[in-house]
C-alpha cells in the first residue's frame, strides 16, 4: 500500500534507534533491502549518514 506525506508533514529520523524503528517496520511489510530507503524517503526525512551507518553493521 503506497502511502504519500506532503514534505511539512515529514517527521526528520536523525536517531540510529528511529531508523532502524523505521527499516523494522518497512521489512514487516514486505520491503526488500533494496526499496528500503526508497520507502523511507516517501515518509521521512531521513539522515543518510545515519541510515548508511544502520544498513551497514
Not at 526508497?38 to 541510515?51: E, H
Amino acid at each position: 500500500m503506497e502511502h504519500f506525506v506532503e514534505d511539512y508533514h515529514k517527521r526528520r529520523l536523525t536517531e540510529r534507534v528511529d531508523i532502524m524503528t523505521a527499516i523494522n517496520i518497512l521489512k514487516s511489510q514486505g520491503y526488500d533491502q533494496d526499496e528500503l530507503i526508497g520507502g523511507m524517503t516517501k515518509v521521512f526525512y531521513v539522515d543518510l549518514d545515519a541510515y548508511n551507518e544502520v544498513v551497514s553493521t
